[in-house]
């Protein structure tokens, strides 16, 4: 234990990260005298941290910084908590306009705050919601815009199969109480308030339509994203060839952005302060141009929109920068733990989304790696093409760091990702980013188009190698999504490598590779239905066979990814061998089971026999007898999405509801 000395704060973050992930996996939410308790009792292992041998104080240390997690964990799913809509509302909506994005869809998406429904009391009353515009937009929403439209809202809705995505939980965390969609226009209804709050919103807005003035089409929209952080003026066409061709960070504000920002203005700094004699003798102009782009940071934090990728990256570069103000080491594992630890504090919640993980991810894989590099003195190439030799290095390694993440959350991997990102990364850094920030200079002159055009050049030249890869034979992979357990596994295993001292580390190895053969081991449900009764999934020889060609796309899309299967939804109904069923069923028997689906109140009203050994399914209630198992609307609103799997000769019955427990994301809050 004495060997870790110097390594202990690198795993503050570790153990922040098992107390959350404890927190989260819970089927049950802890009471607040638990919280309080694993509060006092972290306090006191630190307390008592202080007077123990040397080496049990770092595993009391530890204990007490997962009971932290744990606290900050459940702290903040309390502070967040507000209405949630508990029934399918149909009427008017009334609220202020606070975010804009677009949809799977491709539509444009309102999120409002301070809302009315109507007959809706209001400590009933979400205290955000979102819409779906589909219809003939009258208005277009502007930030701060009270507007009012008649429209669907249901409760967020729960995974789309046990041991899936929550979308619950994230929504909770979003504060929002509602989503939904509209057809009818959205109308104005009061004028655009002028707080502060949303100051900084319409000015992000007036950005992204200027820029997307000068620069239409997806190149304005990716202009638009990388400055100002809203992207619903991106195709989604484009990006899906972002996607494929893993480039689709590229859109994200976050580290590669960030950095790339501050280290352009701190160099720029520099050199204009030491062009200037006595600046450069007697000034500190290395500290001086680490404030003005710590500052040129902050500003770009505010005017992205301040998401939680955003925050990550401004912390890193924050942490870089202050360690450049205290001349020390800039770059390190441990600027990466403070960061990390900053991160959890704020927003433990984080810990759960790709982004925090695979950001992470590429800073660590890349700061381990570099570091390695230098303390061996280790130089790949002649001296005049380090430049561009580090590019590579960079790319491979953070795509190799991201690569499990990305696969187990998105199913899917880029098999030209790194050709890709080599032909796209660079041009971000030497072009891109430098006119974004020219341009920011120049808009008080009214010249910012001719460098927002320079900046289109680079944007085009990515987008041009994205649709290119995309386009290429095999350009993803899909693989199967892993048991819930595999990427914690996998993260520990290489975390431990990474930070432990001594030959013990190469045991993590051996943690990663099982992690990876348990992913390859991972069994599929055999059968899957919807939470509203509306699609059922039946596993067969040639993939996931879907009893519907349309309808619940969110859902069949999210299966056929979670199979690692690349087929659309009506390409895996064409799987569906229907058998005799009554009129409006249909009916398909595999795998040992004999399944029978319908949808609406006609089909329900003349169900098929229940005779032993058969499922019925059906989105609306069924009034039916004997030995079947019924899964209709009145069931699946208690169970959520169901799971069917083989065990050995039996089969087993797996409930969303069983998984996610009983939280305070998956019913009512306390009022």
Not at 285 to 312: C, D, F, H, K, P
Not at 356 to 378: C, E, K, N, P, Y
Request: glycine content about 10%; charged content about 15%.
């Amino acid at each position: 234990m004495l060997r870790q000395r110097g390594a202990l704060v690198l795993w503050v973050p570790v153990c922040l990260g098992v107390g959350i992930g404890l927190y989260f996996s819970l089927r049950f939410e802890p009471p607040g005298a638990a919280l309080w308790s694993c509060g006092g009792a972290a306090v006191l292992l630190l307390a008592l941290a202080w007077r123990m041998p040397e080496w049990s104080a770092p595993c009391a240390t530890g204990l007490a910084f997962v009971l932290i997690g744990v606290v900050l964990a459940g702290a903040r799913a309390h502070s967040v908590a507000g209405p949630v809509l508990s029934f399918r509302y149909y009427g008017p909506i009334e609220g202020r306009v606070v975010a804009l994005d677009r949809s799977a869809s491709d539509a444009v998406r309102v999120t409002l705050d301070r809302v009315r429904l109507d007959d809706v009391v209001p400590w009933r009353t979400p205290t955000r919601v979102r819409l779906s515009l589909h219809g003939a937009e009258a208005l277009a929403p502007q930030p701060g815009q009270r507007v009012m439209t008649t429209g669907h809202l249901s409760p967020p809705g729960g995974p789309v199969e046990p041991g899936g995505f929550d979308f619950q939980r994230h929504a909770w965390f979003a504060r929002l109480g509602g989503v939904g969609y509209t057809r009818v226009p959205m109308m104005l209804a009061a004028p655009p308030e002028r707080g502060w709050d949303l100051a900084v919103f319409r000015v992000r807005m007036a950005l992204s339509a200027h820029v997307r003035s000068v620069l239409p089409g997806d190149v304005g929209g990716f202009a638009a994203a990388v400055t100002t952080g809203d992207r619903s003026g991106i195709s989604r066409a484009a990006l899906e060839d972002l996607r494929a061709s893993n480039t689709a960070h590229l859109l994200a504000i976050s580290g590669l952005h960030m950095g790339l920002l501050s280290a352009f203005v701190f160099g720029l700094l520099r050199a204009a302060l030491v062009l200037i004699p006595h600046t450069a003798l007697h000034w500190p102009t290395r500290s001086i141009a680490a404030i003005g782009a710590l500052t040129v940071a902050a500003i770009y934090l505010a005017l992205s929109g301040g998401n939680v990728a955003t925050e990550r990256a401004f912390i890193m570069v924050a942490v870089a920068l202050t360690a450049l103000l205290l001349s020390r080491r800039a770059i390190s594992l441990r600027a990466v733990a403070i960061a990390a630890i900053i991160v959890l504090i704020l927003r433990p919640e984080a810990l759960l989304s790709p982004g925090f993980q695979m950001s992470f991810a590429a800073t660590t894989g890349l700061v381990a790696v570099f570091g390695w590099m230098r303390d061996h003195q280790i130089k790949v190439g002649p001296g005049w093409a380090q430049g561009a030799i580090a590019v590579v290095i960079s790319s491979a390694v953070a795509g190799l760091a991201t690569a499990p993440v990305g696969a187990a959350h998105f199913n899917a991997m880029a098999s030209y990702g790194l050709i890709a990102n080599l032909a796209s990364v660079p041009l971000m850094g030497i072009l891109v980013i430098p006119a974004a920030v020219i341009a920011a200079l120049l808009a008080p002159l009214g010249l910012d188009p001719l460098a927002l055009e320079v900046m289109g050049w680079g944007l085009r030249w990515i987008l041009a190698v994205a649709a290119w890869t995309a386009d290429l034979p095999g350009a993803q992979r899909f693989v199967p999504g892993p048991q819930p357990f595999v990427l914690p596994l996998l993260a520990f295993g290489i975390l431990f490598t990474l930070l432990w001292q001594g030959r013990l580390r190469f045991a993590g190895l051996g943690l990663a590779a099982l992690s990876l053969g348990l992913w390859q081991m991972a069994e599929r449900p055999v059968l899957l239905i919807a939470d509203t009764g509306g699609l059922v999934g039946v596993l067969t020889e040639e993939g996931r066979a879907l009893s519907r060609a349309r309808g619940a796309g969110f859902v069949a899309r999210n299966w056929l990814e979670n199979d690692g299967d690349g087929a659309a939804q009506d390409g895996a109904a064409e799987r569906w061998r229907a058998v005799d069923a009554p009129a409006r069923w249909t009916g398909m028997a595999a795998k040992d089971l004999d399944v029978m689906h319908a949808t609406g109140k006609r089909a329900a009203a003349a169900p098929p026999d229940c005779s032993a050994g058969r499922i019925l399914v059906s989105n609306a209630d069924l009034d039916v007898r004997g030995p079947c198992l019924v899964f209709d609307a009145e069931r699946l609103r208690q169970t959520g999405a169901v799971a069917v799997l083989h065990k050995g000769a039996e089969m087993q019955i797996v409930t969303a509801r069983a998984v996610t427990g009983e939280r305070l994301w998956t019913g009512r809050p306390p009022q």
